[in-house]
């Protein structure tokens, strides 16, 4: 059974940083980019950030860059987000999620196979 699990979210203050994971099990992990996607309520969901299998490469909304890092641990089938100087347009249900090789359309969430639930981040300002 494929699953993907993210944790890490909560509260924080504008600022602060939070650490998302996603761990992913039912799947070979290492043949899969993985991604980070966010929504709030009325509007789609925005890509925030991607990392190809080997975590050679990663890219970055234009919003997020420099302020985020997407990393994987291949041997604990995980990804994580490391949210810095966060604001509270970062608020939002975050999401990971994997699609299998490399799809040069990463920023479109219908290039992926599997979905997390989502997690929830909120920053007070």
């Known amino acids: 059974q494929v699953q993907l699990v993210e944790s890490g979210g909560g509260l924080v203050q504008a600022g602060g940083s939070l650490r998302l994971s996603c761990a992913a099990s039912?799947?070979?992990?290492?043949?899969?980019?993985t991604a980070w996607f966010r929504q709030t309520p009325g509007k789609e969901r925005e890509f925030v950030a991607v990392i190809s299998r080997t975590g050679t490469n990663s890219y970055y909304a234009d919003s997020v860059k420099g302020r985020f890092t997407i990393t994987r641990d291949n041997a604990k089938n995980t990804v994580y987000l490391q949210m810095n100087s966060l604001n509270s347009e970062d608020t939002a249900v975050y999401y990971c999620?994997?699609?299998?090789?490399?799809?040069?359309?990463?920023?479109?969430?219908?290039?992926?196979?599997?979905w997390g639930q989502g997690t929830q981040v909120t920053v007070s300002s």
């Open positions: 999620a994997a699609d299998y090789g490399w799809n040069y359309a990463y920023y479109s969430d219908l290039s992926y196979d599997y």
């Open positions: 039912g799947f070979t992990f290492s043949s899969y980019a």
